[in-house]
């Protein structure tokens, strides 16, 4: 998995936007997406706790600054759940529970950080953040900081990866044009559009003959 940032290019999906089919929507779903584009104020992370986790989630999905409405507020999503004890439903036997575990992980890194520059891991460059968590990712030995890297690298990229790509700025970037509930789904097969959706501009593949608008 590499931690580089992605080099900016021209949309896949120019022009789509997955809001555009929330009329379809019913109440508690527009709803739910309407909570995770303005997350509420964090109650999970102190503030130390929250510059860390930012800086490893935007590094973890490989997204830079951006400003508000493209920038996926990852930190925001992961603190309300958090706050809420949402977890996977489980965890492995050689971790804490995951509250636990994510304050414990950040403290980790700021240690870390301070041991290598002497500042937090918030206030280390770009790259020396991208080298702390690789070193995290391919630690050798069986605990970093009384944690096991590989669970604790599941942890990590599962609750990153889970608040990322259920926001509509990820789907807009994938082409996803949300929940099919209530409307379902009536075009079903390679390459056939639903009506919301658009052909990817970089495939050879348009979906746009006679499988694919309806």
């Known amino acids: 998995m590499s931690l580089d940032r992605p080099v900016e290019r021209e949309p ?3 022009g789509f936007d997955p809001l555009n089919a929330q009329r379809q929507w019913d109440d508690d779903t527009r709803m739910a997406i309407r909570r995770r584009m303005e997350p509420p104020v964090p109650r999970f992370f102190t503030g130390a706790e929250r510059r860390t986790a930012a800086a490893l989630l935007d590094h973890l999905m490989g997204q830079p600054p951006g400003p508000a409405g493209q920038h996926i507020p990852l930190v925001q999503m992961v603190d309300d759940r ?4 949402q977890t996977d439903g489980w965890y492995f036997d050689t ?7 994510w304050r414990q992980s950040l403290a980790g ?7 290598r520059h002497s500042v937090s891991f918030a206030a280390m460059s770009d790259e020396d953040q991208r080298d702390l968590i690789e070193t995290v990712r391919t630690w050798p030995h069986e605990r970093w ?6 669970a604790l690298w599941s942890l990590w990229t599962r609750y990153a ?15 996803f044009d949300g929940p099919a509930y209530p409307r379902g789904y009536r075009n ?10 658009m052909p990817d501009a970089r495939s050879e593949s348009s979906g746009t003959g006679p ?3 309806r």
């Open 145 to 150: 900081h009384d944690l096991p890297p590989a």
């Open 82 to 85: 958090l706050a809420h004890d």
């Open 95 to 101: 971790m804490p529970p995951d509250r636990q575990a």
């Open 211 to 213: 499988e694919g608008r």
């Open 161 to 175: 990866a889970t608040a990322f790509y259920s926001h509509p700025a990820a789907w807009a970037e994938i082409g």
């Open 188 to 197: 079903l097969g390679i390459d056939r559009l639903e009506g919301m959706e």
């Open 12 to 14: 896949r999906f120019p």
């Open 109 to 115: 890194l700021d240690a870390d950080a301070c041991d």
